[in-house]
């Protein structure tokens, strides 16, 4: 499920920077989805990581966790950035 909310993020993220080349109104709308759908992503990575915690899955948080926590930061971080100059672009035009 974590998968497809990251999947959505960057749609929103891509139809925002169209949107803003467009100098669509709209474009906000599009950037403020792509970050809710960060958050989901990141809810969503937690409540796996809560549900091997709770069937006492030890193995796969040793072999998942160290490897996800740099790229989860990653991800969030491009989005945010990525995000970041539509919404600028479009207040500037306003």
């Known amino acids: ?5 990251a999947g959505v993020s960057v749609a929103f993220c891509i139809a925002a920077w169209i949107m803003a080349l ?3 109104k709209k474009t906000v709308w ?3 989805c792509s ?3 960060v958050a989901l992503t990141l809810l969503m990575q937690y409540r796996m990581v809560l549900n091997w915690v709770n069937n006492e899955d030890w193995s796969a948080l040793m072999d998942v966790v ?3 926590f740099p790229i ?3 991800y969030v971080i491009v989005l ?3 995000n970041i100059f ?3 672009k479009t207040k500037a035009f306003t």
């Open 1 to 5: 499920m974590w998968i497809i909310c």
């Open 22 to 24: 467009k100098n669509s």
């Open 30 to 32: 599009a950037s403020a």
């Open 35 to 37: 970050l809710s759908f």
């Open 66 to 68: 160290p490897s996800m």
């Open 72 to 74: 989860l930061c990653g």
């Open 80 to 82: 945010i950035l990525a």
């Open 86 to 88: 539509p919404v600028i």
